[in-house]
């Protein structure tokens, strides 16, 4: 099982971080693309919906991100356009739904599955969007590294924290094992990583930048406690079983869909006021 996670890490990690690294906007948009049709099916499985209903909100969640691509073209200059501004905030406030779910989860009843289906269709291509717009807006990929660190630093330290010292349940009818000492451990070390990223690329520690990823790391906790209640919702373990030895590719980036767009809005709002 363990190499079986190493072969395929390995072959996903490889591509994906060669195109945040060296690719332009555009091509790390294709790139990424082709993981957003496969969440989409995932996504709608959690919705209960059935196979012809798969592919056609595959479809629409596909054609959704290809309009961005074919009629708001040059990625680098996304950060000018309202639209943009717009989408960021509303995926946003999506996640602030979703956090509230996750609080009143109980046990049994999750969210309405047409309301499922609904904000999969903002929140995966607000996903694609975010990741492409922190590549435009410094392509060196900083921004991207930065985001990806603060989610898995998150998740590591709250692991290891939380085994050492967890005592307190933080949803223990979503995920039993989160604990809140966990997650306080968890933002600790994802705010040291981030930190030492930024100051690594240049950023400036302002207090917005701060707050920003101090924000950034406790919204995290969510997208991947959110994906759990729809799991136990539909009654299965993974999204798919796509990924041998991870799951689905929505069991690898739901931390991620809650961070991006919360971390790339707050940068946008940094470059435009």
Same mark, same amino acid.
């Given at each position: 099982?363990?190499?079986?996670?190493?072969?395929?890490?390995?072959? #996903?990690?490889?591509?994906?971080?060669?195109?945040?690294?060296?690719?332009?906007?555009?091509?790390?948009?294709?790139?990424?693309? /082709?993981?957003?049709? !496969?969440?989409?099916?995932?996504?709608?499985?959690?919705?209960?919906?059935?196979?012809?209903?798969?592919?056609?909100?595959?479809?629409?969640?596909?054609?959704?991100?290809?309009?961005?691509?074919?009629?708001?073209?040059? !990625?680098?200059?996304?950060?000018?356009?309202?639209?943009?501004?717009?989408?960021?905030?509303?995926?946003?406030?999506?996640?602030? &739904?979703?956090?509230?779910?996750? /609080?009143?989860?109980? @046990?049994?009843?999750? !969210?309405?599955?047409?309301?499922?289906?609904?904000?999969?269709?903002?929140?995966?291509?607000?996903?694609?969007?975010?990741?492409?717009? #922190?590549?435009?807006?410094?392509?060196?990929?900083?921004?991207?590294?930065?985001?990806?660190?603060?989610?898995?630093?998150?998740?590591?330290?709250?692991?290891?924290? @939380?085994?050492?010292?967890?005592?307190?349940?933080?949803?223990?009818?979503?995920?039993?094992?989160?604990? &809140?000492?966990?997650?306080?451990?968890? /933002?600790?070390?994802?705010?040291?990583?981030?930190?030492? /990223?930024?100051?690594?690329? @240049?950023?400036?520690?302002?207090?917005?930048?701060?707050?920003?990823?101090? #924000?950034?790391?406790?919204?995290?906790?969510?997208?991947?406690?959110?994906?759990?209640?729809?799991?136990?919702?539909? @009654?299965?373990?993974?999204?798919?079983?796509?990924?041998?030895?991870?799951?689905?590719?929505?069991?690898?980036?739901?931390?991620?869909?809650?961070?991006?767009?919360?971390?790339?809005?707050?940068?946008?709002?940094?470059?435009?006021?």
């Amino acid at each position: 099982m363990l190499k079986q996670r190493f072969i395929t890490a390995v072959v #996903l990690a490889v591509p994906v971080l060669t195109a945040i690294f060296a690719a332009s906007p555009a091509v790390l948009g294709m790139i990424l693309s /082709l993981f957003c049709v !496969p969440a989409a099916w995932e996504w709608a499985n959690l919705a209960g919906m059935g196979k012809v209903q798969k592919l056609g909100y595959g479809g629409l969640v596909g054609g959704a991100i290809v309009a961005m691509a074919i009629f708001a073209p040059a !990625p680098e200059t996304w950060f000018d356009q309202d639209w943009v501004l717009v989408l960021m905030s509303v995926a946003s406030i999506c996640w602030v &739904w979703a956090v509230a779910k996750v /609080l009143t989860f109980d @046990g049994e009843n999750g !969210p309405d599955r047409a309301i499922i289906a609904a904000a999969g269709v903002l929140l995966i291509p607000a996903t694609w969007l975010s990741v492409v717009l #922190l590549k435009a807006m410094m392509p060196n990929g900083g921004l991207i590294l930065i985001l990806m660190f603060l989610v898995w630093g998150a998740d590591v330290g709250a692991y290891f924290t @939380g085994k050492r010292f967890g005592k307190t349940k933080l949803a223990p009818k979503v995920s039993p094992g989160k604990t &809140w000492e966990g997650m306080a451990g968890g /933002l600790v070390a994802a705010l040291a990583l981030g930190t030492i /990223l930024a100051l690594a690329f @240049g950023l400036p520690l302002t207090g917005w930048l701060i707050g920003l990823m101090l #924000l950034t790391i406790i919204i995290s906790v969510p997208g991947d406690l959110f994906e759990s209640v729809l799991k136990r919702s539909a @009654g299965i373990k993974d999204s798919s079983n796509l990924l041998p030895g991870h799951g689905g590719v929505l069991d690898r980036i739901d931390s991620l869909m809650a961070a991006g767009p919360i971390f790339a809005l707050g940068i946008l709002l940094m470059e435009r006021l």
